[in-house]
Structures are given as structure tokens and as C-alpha cells.
């Protein structure tokens, strides 16, 4: 693989320079503390309390005050490092459960692949990004996989309301949000990892070694076969965080993305614009706009070598709105959310211990309702009339080829509360509820009945 271009942007260029003094003396705080609005949008910063980074605390969800943009990028940053913590010798995220163990789940079948029984993931789940058959290959010709996981707030509130029963989800009060259990809101999280080829540079990303299912060749396919299995290194190359806070229900969602995925499309370019003359993880040098974010898998152009595990082509992946947002916006609630953005990251990564592999991640946006009071069944949020921060919010490694899409190009176009149906007829749809904005819910839902219909041809 070519040598990945040192991300280049003022991002971080100036980040050593650049922590503002409110962050210095304490002004902004969260949980409950002291805020004041105009020097948060003004100056939008980490707070030195969160420093070192192993004793980041955790948000206290319960105590959120929506007082300005920038405490919404507050709380995601805040929250991504606690996360990320060292945590019994992994980053604390890991030792979450998954939505399949809420269901005793060995394996989902179909696009997913084996999973064992256990309170967190040991195999990815997922390789199928939104739209047709939308796998996301790397330069190296390697698929990128996703891991899902939620926290105990999440799980307790499943398991105590017996909502993995799919008939008492039918008969739930519509209304039912997810809750805040003491300081803690229902969180989950998404990660998307690539698989390290031989001698690859990955000291800069977070890696782990673990087991990942192989694909094949199907049907005229590509899919994914559960019980062929390969022991893999992946680097952490994109993380959602969606989360409930007070006076927020429908969850404040954050995306984070390694520095050294893409390359940023200028405004103005055109189909044949060249985007980069630098590589990147998942884009080579000189690729033009109109070889961008192509979903060969859903063009039906897409070969995979099942003895090597390779696809071809690779993925040229462009990001289309940094700090999820067209640049060209003159909307001032527009400006000041990316330069609290921007802010955000510079102030993090400046304070961040030098050896720390987390500067090398960063705040793509963030996304949230104007007011939070407002989310009812059956919102299709296909307008941006509820929402604001970054409204066309995409991880370029999560939704590669959605960002253009109108109905899919930000995190709420697709976590929604409109009632939705199963691919298999012989199952029962889910209703419209408040709970249907998440995935892992409605993902739940529908294997649920999955295994009990395995159960009864057994």
C-alpha cells in the first residue's frame, strides 16, 4: 500500500497552538456546571478537568443542558474519550455488550457472521453498508467490517421490559423513550474496522487482533458464510456514538474517523476534478470526483477471490461535507457548528498525551433535534425542519455511498420513527414508536423472531 498522506488540514496543523483560555480556566463545563453560552460557541473547547485522558469522566446525561451548539460537541467528544479509556487492557467500549447477546445469539446467519455466547462481540457482525450490497473495500482489496454495541442502560432497559419479546413490543405505549438511569443515558455505539495487510503501517490507528467471517461467492453474490472464520488484525477507522441526554430522547449522534481515511471534496468540483494528489486509507492519489464513493457492489461490479478474500476494485472514498455540512453554507448556525467542531478537535488533540494513538482520530459532527420534546411515532425526518448541527452528517467509512443521497445523507434520515417492515413476509412488522430511532432496537426486534421461527422448524 502506497504511504497514506499526514492529514494536512488546519485541523491539525495548528493543534499544539490552539487551546483557548476559557478551556484553561475552567469556563466550560458539563454535568450540571456552569456554562456560559457565548464563550461557548465562541471559544468551544475541552475543559482541562478531562485531561489526562484516563480519567476523562464520564458525561453525566442526566445533568445535560442544551445551553448552545458547542456543549452537543462537548458531550460527543467528552464521551468518545471516556470510551476509548484503557479498561481491563482494551478500550472501555469493547467490554460492552452487543444487541445479538440480549438474545443468547450464537450467530444471526445470513450477512452475519458467527457470533459466540458472551456479553461482548468476538466476531464482527456486519459487512454491508446502507444501499444494495454496499461493501466498502479497502486499497488493499479487503472488505471493512463493523462491530455494534451497547451499553448497560440500553441493555437493562430491553431486558427489564421484556421488549425482546416481539409481541410486547407491539403492545408497548407508542410514546416509550429510551431512559437516563442515574447519570447514564442509552447509549450505542458503531465501529468500523479494516483488516491490516502483511507489513502494513498501522502504528498510528488503534489495532486488535481478532476473528472475522469470510466471505463467498453466493447466488452471484457476495455474501457472508458464518462458519468459515479467519483470525484477523483490524485498525479502528470510523466509531458512531448515539446518545440519549436530557431533553434529547431521540439521542445526540457523533461520528469520529481516523485522520488518514479521505480526502475532503473541494467545493465547486466537478466529475472530473482530481480530489487528492495524496493517498489515503481508502483513496488513491489522483482518483477523479466522478470515481468516488461508486458502490461497485450494487453496480454488480464487484469480484471477490474467496481463497485470498480480496475484492476488486477498491473503494475510492471522497468525503463530501466536513464537519458534515456543504461548506458553501452562508446559514450562520451553520458556521458556528463547524468551527465548534474544529475548535473541538484542536483543543483535544492538543491536550491529549503525545503518544496518544487518540490524536489521531477526530470529530467528524454531530447531529441532534432543535428540540428534543418534539420526537413522536412516526417521524419520517426527511426534512431538516427538526434537526440541527451537522445535517449532512456521513462517516466516509459508515456511509460511503449515501452521502449524496437526500433520504440517507445524515444520521436521522434512517433512525427514524416510522414504522418499518421485514424483508421476510412471514414476519410481523414493527409499529411506529419513539424507540424505532434506534437500530440496535429495531435489529433486536426482527431477530427475535427470527430465532423463534429457527426454534419451531427445529
Given amino acids: 500500500m502506497a504511504t497514506r498522506n499526514s492529514f494536512a488540514s488546519d485541523l491539525f496543523r495548528q493543534a499544539a497552538g490552539s487551546v483557548r ?7 466550560i463545563t458539563l454535568g450540571g456546571s456552569a456554562l456560559h453560552p457565548a464563550l461557548a460557541d465562541e471559544n468551544c473547547t475541552a475543559p482541562t478537568s478531562w485531561f489526562p485522558q484516563q480519567h476523562t469522566p464520564r458525561p453525566d446525561d442526566s445533568a445535560f443542558q442544551s445551553t448552545s451548539n458547542c456543549v452537543f460537541h462537548q458531550w460527543a467528544y467528552q464521551m468518545f474519550l471516556w470510551l476509548t479509556q484503557e479498561w481491563e487492557g482494551q478500550p472501555r467500549f469493547l467490554s460492552f455488550q452487543s444487541p445479538q447477546s440480549l438474545l443468547g445469539m450464537t450467530q444471526r446467519g445470513g450477512l452475519m457472521p458467527r457470533m459466540t455466547k458472551s456479553d461482548a462481540p468476538e466476531s464482527f457482525d456486519e459487512f454491508l453498508q446502507a444501499g444494495p450490497d454496499g461493501i466498502l473495500v479497502d486499497q488493499n482489496g479487503r472488505a471493512v467490517y463493523y462491530s455494534q454495541y451497547i451499553n448497560e442502560t440500553f441493555a437493562g432497559f430491553i431486558t427489564n421490559h421484556h421488549l425482546t419479546n416481539p409481541a410486547v413490543v407491539r403492545l408497548m405505549d407508542p410514546d416509550t423513550e429510551f431512559p437516563i438511569t442515574g447519570t447514564r443515558g442509552s447509549l450505542e455505539l458503531k465501529a468500523s474496522w479494516k ?20 466471505l463467498v461467492n453466493r447466488g452471484g453474490k457476495i455474501a457472508i458464510d458464518p462458519s468459515k472464520t479467519e483470525t484477523v488484525k483490524v485498525a479502528l477507522v470510523g466509531f458512531h456514538i448515539g446518545g440519549v441526554v436530557k431533553g434529547h430522547p431521540e439521542m445526540i449522534w457523533a461520528t469520529f474517523e481516523h485522520k488518514d481515511n479521505a480526502p475532503d471534496v473541494a467545493a465547486g468540483a466537478t466529475p472530473e476534478t482530481v480530489v487528492s494528489d495524496k493517498d489515503f486509507t481508502f483513496y488513491r492519489a489522483n482518483t477523479k470526483y466522478a470515481d468516488c464513493n461508486v458502490n461497485m457492489g450494487g453496480a454488480g461490479r464487484l469480484t471477490l477471490d474467496e481463497a485470498t478474500q480480496t475484492l476488486n476494485p477498491p473503494t475510492q472514498v471522497c468525503r463530501l461535507y466536513p464537519q458534515g455540512n456543504d461548506t458553501t453554507s452562508t446559514d450562520s448556525s451553520v458556521k458556528t457548528n463547524d468551527q465548534n467542531i474544529r475548535d473541538m478537535n484542536a483543543s483535544v488533540h492538543a491536550q491529549l498525551a503525545g503518544d496518544s494513538i487518540w490524536r489521531n482520530y477526530y470529530e467528524v459532527g454531530a447531529i441532534w433535534f432543535l428540540d428534543g420534546t418534539k420526537l413522536n411515532p412516526g417521524l419520517s425526518l426527511d426534512t431538516d425542519d427538526l434537526l440541527t448541527g451537522s ?26 420513527t416510522q414504522q418499518s417492515f421485514p424483508a421476510d413476509p412471514d414476519q410481523d412488522p414493527l409499529p411506529a414508536t419513539n424507540l424505532n430511532i434506534s437500530h440496535a432496537f429495531q435489529n433486536v426486534y426482527y431477530w427475535s423472531q427470527e430465532t423463534t421461527q429457527a426454534q419451531g422448524e427445529e
Fill in 21 to 27: 483560555a476559557g478551556a484553561l480556566l475552567g469556563v
Fill in 195 to 214: 483488516v491490516v495487510a502483511e507489513a502494513e503501517d498501522t502504528s498510528d490507528m488503534f489495532t486488535m487482533t481478532t476473528n472475522v467471517a469470510k
Fill in 391 to 416: 445535517l449532512k452528517l456521513s462517516n466516509a467509512t459508515i456511509e460511503t455511498f449515501t452521502q449524496t443521497q437526500n433520504t440517507k445523507d445524515n444520521c436521522f434520515r434512517c433512525h427514524n
